[in-house]
C-alpha cells in the first residue's frame, strides 16, 4: 500500500487551510481508500474510535449543518435538530458536495464551501490523537482534539446515539 507522491486538487485545499490554521500536519494520500471509520481504522492501525468522521445535514431552514463524530458513534439527529434549534435530516450527495466542496467518504472537517453550523461528538476528546478525511477518501490526516475544535470552529456537544447495548454498559 503505497503513499502518493503529490497531492490532488481537493487535499490540497485542505492541507492549505491546515498550514494557514498553523497545524503542521500532514496529510497523507493513500492508494487504498477508507470510505469507512472501521476501514479507517485498519489502515492507520488505530482504533475506530480515534477516527472523526465527517457528515452533513440538511436543517428545516435549509442550511448545512456540520457532526463531527467518533467513528465508533451513530450520530443522535435528534440532539443535533435540539442543538441547533430545528429539525434535520441526513443530506444528500449533491448537497453534501454543494455545502463542502467535497464528495461523501472524504469530506474534511475545515476548508469547506461555505460556512455552517459544526458540532463536535465529545467522545473524541477522550484520545490524544484523532484522524480525519483530508478531501478524498484516500486521504487522511492526524490532528489533535483541541486543535480539531479550533480549526472547525466547531461546538463539542453530545450527539451520540444511545443504543440500548450503550444504556445498558455493555
Known amino acids: 500500500m503505497a503513499d502518493r507522491r503529490t497531492l490532488s486538487a481537493s487535499v490540497q485545499r485542505v492541507q492549505e487551510a491546515l498550514a494557514a490554521a498553523g497545524i503542521a500536519s500532514l496529510i497523507v494520500e493513500r492508494d487504498s481508500a477508507a470510505r469507512t471509520s472501521a476501514e479507517a481504522a485498519v489502515l492507520l492501525q488505530c482504533t475506530v474510535g480515534q477516527i472523526a468522521k465527517s457528515i452533513v445535514f440538511r436543517a428545516a431552514s435549509g442550511a448545512a449543518v456540520l457532526v463531527i463524530a467518533s467513528g465508533a458513534n451513530r450520530v443522535d439527529e435528534g440532539k443535533v435538530a435540539a442543538l441547533l434549534g430545528e429539525p434535520v435530516e441526513r443530506a444528500d450527495a ?69 443504543t440500548p447495548e450503550i444504556d445498558r454498559g455493555a
Open 94 to 162: 449533491a448537497f453534501v458536495r454543494a455545502a463542502t466542496g467535497y464528495a461523501i467518504g472524504g469530506i474534511p472537517p475545515l476548508a469547506h464551501a461555505q460556512l455552517m453550523s459544526t458540532f463536535i461528538d465529545r467522545d473524541l476528546l477522550a484520545y490524544d490523537t484523532i484522524y480525519a478525511a483530508g478531501g478524498t477518501p484516500h486521504a487522511l490526516f492526524a490532528i489533535a482534539p483541541p486543535e480539531l475544535v479550533r480549526v472547525s470552529g466547531g461546538k463539542v456537544s453530545d450527539t451520540k446515539l444511545l
